[in-house]
């Protein structure tokens, strides 16, 4: 029996998937590399001037390589333009342009620098959102087309020397490949492979695969796939990894880490774009912070194997049992922590989402109201709100625990208990822990690791409760000491994301020498991020580039202002039709730019308002949210 291929080397190691080299001008991708960091400019590319001055930005913060949008011949003819004009000024940061739709600009731009992106969804194929049943002959003549169209790329970069993405984007599959695969994964990876495949059957191998989707658990199931099909087919090209139309802020970020570093976790990719509704050069920080947490060598190895074979590529939910509102078919828990406050009061719960009112004697709840509070050795007086539920060090609940409140225990505190206590089990999860012996009943498990592949250690629990059918419920606990809000962020995204995608964890519970509104704010973001809970309007904005035909930046503000309070609602700001329908394949609303100062609105994937003054579309928007009874008044 042939031993099974996983997507990544090792579950319960951390180690780099080790891809061939593949050199882009003076810099290389892949191998034993470092993880390189690139973005995109947001510039007309025919204004060279300022194409370049931003460029040189971007680069002098840390950018190493530089896409451009490249829509037509005349764009990609500029990029020479702009190749020497960097060269001249001492920039020789490779130049890479990004081609949808347009195949001559694409074989211009091979000739000029360094390389070229291809989507398969509009390179040679075509997106009009139709169903068509393909026979397998017709399917085949459709691939044979595609190849004719696709090849001449494909000697032409050989015979140059230049590098290619091959770029699947999962909200511009083909209609061909939607008809087969379906919105999926599997469709992603398919598309990809099958201009891999016409790469490969002309000896040209200078390509980097990327796996892009706004949903984190898509994105991340389909470079797992792709991966996985790699090695099962003999191949190992570099990974660039990314979320496309992440956002802005602190959502932007979250969502970012959330994707890129699960996959990180697991020493998959070789290059990495944060895509922020900002600056571009303020994209290359947040990039270096995520990367910086996987630059430390593990030193601690993992002596384990599992038989256990989990479904890395679906999303499945690890089955629980209730016990309060944890586990079962409960909505995932967060916690705040006021265990460091020299004394509590009512006021401190402003911070998690509650209110409370002098006047009217009674608290208010807003959308992202943590479930339940640690106060460790502390007690209340005071009459707390009935949606949220205490916890205590195990000695203050013994000598003074409020009946509303529960025990943070050890294992041997708790096996002092009556039996039926419920309890929760705090679990060192980097000691010597046997599993099958926990108790079982009536309890929930809080896992924690210092260590700092901390991601194989829990992974390594979620295995060991699967052998031991032990379905209890679990809560996440990270614990940082870093004080820079944005590393923080990135870090326990990361840490945390990669569980919720997998389906393990009823619960997240935080904490960190920062601001607990920041704290509650961060974990109601991860679980957004991992679809997880949804407490708050979602925004799919890209990044915008050359193509934007409006101030993105400007107009997501404008939007979030009279949509915040939208909870569950997602909405899609798509700078151009490349980045439109398609990418925002699942929101509720789109608002995309369709010619100079002219937005197409969309419900879901069909537009139902064209050319829409700008001045007018917010407005529009607003009005087509609520004709489809999706608009409640804010409450001021």
């Known amino acids: 029996m042939s031993e099974k291929i996983y997507f990544c080397n090792d579950l319960f190691n951390r180690e780099r998937f080790e891809t061939r080299e593949v050199t882009i001008g003076i810099t290389a991708i892949g191998g034993k590399n470092p993880i390189r960091i690139q973005s995109m400019t947001t510039t007309d590319t025919m204004d060279t001037a300022g194409s370049v001055e931003q460029s040189i930005r971007m680069i002098d913060a840390g950018c190493e390589l530089v896409r451009l949008t490249a829509p037509s011949k005349k764009e990609a003819e500029n990029l020479g333009e702009i190749k020497k004009e960097l060269v001249k000024r001492g920039y020789n940061t490779p130049l890479v342009a990004d081609i949808h739709f347009t195949p001559n600009a694409a074989e211009i731009a091979a000739k000029l620098i360094e390389k070229v992106r291809v989507n398969p969804g509009n390179y040679a194929d075509k997106k009009k959102f139709e169903e068509i049943d393909y026979t397998n002959e017709s399917y085949q003549a459709e691939l044979i087309r595609i190849e004719e169209k696709f090849t001449p790329l494909v000697l032409l970069c050989k015979e140059q020397g230049t590098a290619m993405r091959i770029g699947t984007n999962h909200g511009s599959l083909s209609d061909r490949i939607l008809s087969r695969y379906g919105d999926t994964p599997e469709g992603m990876v398919q598309s990809a492979m099958e201009f891999i495949h016409i790469c490969r059957k002309n000896d040209y191998h200078d390509l980097v695969i990327s796996m892009k989707a706004s949903n984190t658990l898509v994105m991340v199931q389909a470079y797992r796939l792709l991966v996985q099909t790699m090695k099962e087919q003999g191949m190992n090209y570099p990974l660039h990894l990314g979320v496309t139309e992440a956002g802005d802020g602190e959502d932007g970020r979250i969502k970012s880490a959330v994707g890129i570093g699960a996959l990180l976790e697991d020493g998959l990719g070789d290059t990495i774009r944060v895509s922020l509704t900002e600056d571009p050069e303020f994209e290359i920080p947040v990039a270096q912070k995520l990367v910086q947490k996987f630059d430390q060598t593990n030193t601690n190895k993992l002596n384990y194997s599992s038989e256990i074979d989990f479904d890395f590529f679906h999303h499945n939910k690890r089955i629980t049992k209730s016990l309060l509102n944890i586990g079962g078919s409960n909505t995932s828990i967060v916690f705040a922590d006021l265990s460091k406050k020299k004394e509590i009061v009512s006021t401190n719960f402003y911070g998690f989402g509650y209110a409370y009112s002098e006047p009217l004697d009674k608290w208010n709840i807003f959308d992202q109201a943590a479930d339940y509070v640690f106060i460790g050795d502390h007690t209340i007086d005071f009459e707390i709100p009935g949606t949220i539920r205490l916890v205590q060090n195990y000695g203050a609940w013994k000598a003074h625990g409020r009946a509303d409140a529960y025990p943070l225990c050890t294992l041997e505190e708790y096996q002092q208990q009556q039996p039926g206590t419920i309890a929760f089990i705090h679990l060192d999860l980097d000691s010597d822990l046997n599993v099958s012996a926990l108790p079982i009943e009536n309890v929930v498990y809080v896992i924690e690791s210092q260590e700092q592949q901390k991601t ?33 962020q990135l870090y326990a995204s990361s840490d945390a994301g990669i569980h919720f995608i997998d389906g393990f964890g ?131």
């Open 506 to 636: 009823d619960g997240l519970w935080i904490t960190a020498p920062q601001p607990i509104v920041d704290i509650n704010s961060l974990s109601f973001g991860i679980l957004q991020a991992t679809r997880t809970r949804i407490s708050k309007t979602e925004y799919i904005s890209c990044p915008s580039c050359g193509r934007t035909l409006f101030d993105l930046q400007e107009t997501t503000a404008k939007i979030r202002e009279r949509t915040s309070h939208l909870k569950g609602i997602k909405i899609g700001i798509m700078g151009c039709i490349v980045n439109g329908p398609g990418e925002m394949a699942d929101a509720d609303y789109g608002y995309v730019g369709t010619g100079p100062g002219k937005i197409n609105l969309y419900k879901e994937k069909t537009v139902v308002k064209k050319n829409v003054s700008e001045e007018e579309a917010v407005d529009a928007l607003i009005d087509l949210i609520r004709d489809n009874g999706d608009w409640i008044e804010p409450n001021n």
């Open 456 to 488: 194989q250690i829990i992974r390594k629990f979620q295995h060991e409760l699967a052998k031991n059918n032990n379905q209890t419920p679990v809560i996440l606990r990270l614990n940082y000491g870093i004080s820079d809000l944005e590393t923080f």
